[in-house]
T-cell receptor
Framework: DADVTQTPRNRITKTGKRIMLECSQT?????MYWYRQDPGLGLQLIYY???????NKGEISDGYSVSRQAQAKFSLSLESAIPNQTALYFC?????????FGPGTRLLVL | AQSVSQHNHHVILSEAASLELGCNYS??????LFWYVQYPGQHLQLLLK??????LVKGIKGFEAEFIKSKFSFNLRKPSVQWSDTAEYFC???????????FGTGTRLQVFP
């Protein structure tokens, strides 16, 4: 397990607002990931990071940005939230070949 | 493009019935294979994984999966389901030596007592 935590667990925001989702892991793993989950679509990769200086775009990075402030912290930002960004967001960390997921943040954009 | 298919979108079973959930992937090279489970309102948890060796792998809670390389499949099985197995199940494929973990769209399993 990678002991991944996410805050907040639930968030409601309005269109056009900036919002940040936080992710932390306690085991010192280099690789961290952000996914969004939509009903019927599985998980789609937004961004991933191999270390503090290495950030990579995933499949659906448009409208999102990330920051790897430290090895343990990987934040996801929505600069100007829109309703179709309403989803469940998961952070994951990867020791070796297996990704372990955080509890998720449920985001509603009105 | 690589993809993962889970053909069963919604499965409804009675307790004690046997379960098999299909997973097929499209990639000709080496892969690592995973099944994750998501109980209602919870995060994804690793159920089992296959990297190499015996193609029949056993996971937690009595689940097992068989990797059939010739069929590009990694089907999940359980001989006798319980009500507590009600959840969504995701198959995922990691392209070897990459960070590309590709998820299927998930199968929702409902088990009735």
């Amino acid at each position: 397990d990678a002991d991944v935590t996410q805050t907040p667990r639930n968030r409601i925001t309005k269109t056009g607002k900036r919002i940040m989702l936080e992710c932390s892991q306690t085991k010192g793993h280099d690789r961290m990931y952000w996914y969004r989950q939509d009903p019927g679509l599985g998980l789609q990769l937004i961004y991933y990071s191999f270390d503090v200086k290495d950030i990579n775009k995933g499949e659906i990075s448009d409208g999102y940005s990330v920051s790897r402030q430290a090895q343990a912290k990987f934040s996801l930002s929505l600069e100007s939230a829109i309703p179709n960004q309403t989803a469940l967001y998961f952070c994951a960390a990867r020791p070796e070949e297996t990704q372990y997921f955080g509890p998720g943040t449920r985001l509603l954009v009105l | 493009a690589q993809s993962v298919s889970q053909h069963n979108h919604h499965v409804i079973l009675s307790e004690a019935a046997s379960l098999e959930l299909g997973c097929n992937y499209s990639y000709g090279g080496t892969v690592n294979l995973f099944w994750y489970v998501q109980y209602p309102g919870q995060h994804l948890q690793l159920l089992l994984k296959y990297f190499s060796g015996d193609p029949l792998v056993k996971g937690i809670k009595g689940f097992e999966a068989e990797f059939i390389k010739s069929k590009f499949s990694f089907n999940l099985r359980k001989p006798s389901v319980q009500w507590s197995d009600t959840a969504e199940y995701f198959c995922a494929v990691l392209i070897y030596n990459t960070d590309k973990l590709i998820f299927g769209t998930g199968t929702r399993l409902q088990v009735f007592p």
